[in-house]
């Protein structure tokens, strides 16, 4: 599982929206939106490591 599906699989879990997500991570809510595009997709960015970590120690995972 790569980082991308590991975030969708948080949101979906934790019943978190785009902007929740961001205000957890302190990051841009557009960061949110360009880590959630397809990887085909030239906005796409990947989502960075400690994201996840981050999302993990906050949320108790």
Do not use: F, G
């Amino acid at each position: 599982m790569n980082n991308r599906e590991r975030l969708i699989e948080i949101m979906t879990e934790r019943e978190l929206d785009r902007i929740e997500l961001a205000q957890l991570l302190s990051v841009k809510k557009k960061d949110i939106d360009q880590w959630l595009l397809s990887n085909e997709s030239k906005e796409h960015k990947e989502v960075p490591d400690m994201a996840i970590e981050l999302l993990h120690y906050k949320l108790d995972l």
